[in-house]
């Protein structure tokens, strides 16, 4: 039986990032796949007491959900970063003034950021969702350091005020991570193998993917 417009096979199905993450986007782009972007419209307040790795895991399930209940057919990527200091969840900043106040918290401290990437597809019935911890360590970092940091980077929309791929590498003193990109925001590796399970093709040739 050929497949119809209305089922394609898992190969033709498109493939949506969840995200209107700039960061999300150039990492996604590195697999040499097409993709959309749908920005999700998702509450992210942290419900009372709620821990940042449930937290993230909950966003991104939330975020990959509401992309796919509009784009059924779709292999839908959600993903959540939340930066945990001593068990309180720290997320985006927003603006200088509560970036300053995040650096200063966590100079000296280990802090774990909490990536969380999710996988649906509606069509099929397809659902997982994986969580990368990264153990990171700051430096004790002088109020001058945070100030001329902030203001070179402006890392506003960066979990935790910390944009580990440029000058940001200059706050820390050590990163733990199994999944190299997931400080940066999207753990390839995790989801690599999420989309292997839904049936995306990464490695084949380029008739092969989506």
């Not at 996604?28 to 009372?48: A, H, K, M, N, Q």
């Not at 995790?190 to 049936?199: H, I, P, S, V």
């Given at each position: ?117 999710a996988v649906v597809c509606f069509d099929t019935g397809f659902e997982q969702v ?22 070179a980077e402006q890392p506003y929309d960066c979990a935790g005020s910390a944009k ?47």
């Amino acid at each position: 039986m050929r497949p119809s417009a209305d089922h394609p096979t898992p190969a033709a199905r498109p493939l949506i990032l969840g995200s209107s993450s700039r960061y999300r986007h150039e990492l996604l782009s590195r697999l040499g796949l097409p993709f959309e972007v749908v920005s999700p419209d998702v509450d992210e307040t942290p419900l009372p007491g709620e821990a940042p790795a449930t937290l993230a895991v909950r966003l991104a399930l939330a975020k990959a959900r509401a992309v796919a209940a509009n784009f059924p057919h779709a292999v839908v990527i959600g993903s959540d970063q939340v930066a945990d200091l001593r068990g309180q969840p720290l997320g985006k900043p927003g603006n200088h003034e509560r970036a300053v106040s995040q650096l200063r918290e966590m100079r000296g401290q280990a802090v774990i950021f909490q990536t969380a990437v999710a996988v649906v597809c509606f069509d099929t019935g397809f659902e997982q969702v994986e969580l990368a911890a990264v153990n990171v360590k700051f430096r004790e970092l002088d109020d001058q350091e945070i100030e001329n940091y902030l203001r070179a980077e402006q890392p506003y929309d960066c979990a935790g005020s910390a944009k580990s791929e440029g000058l940001g590498i200059a706050l820390l003193e050590s990163i733990e991570s199994d999944d190299p990109t997931a400080l940066v925001g999207l753990p390839l590796i995790r989801t690599c193998r999420m989309l292997r399970a839904a049936g995306i093709t990464l490695l084949g040739p380029t008739g092969d993917r989506p």
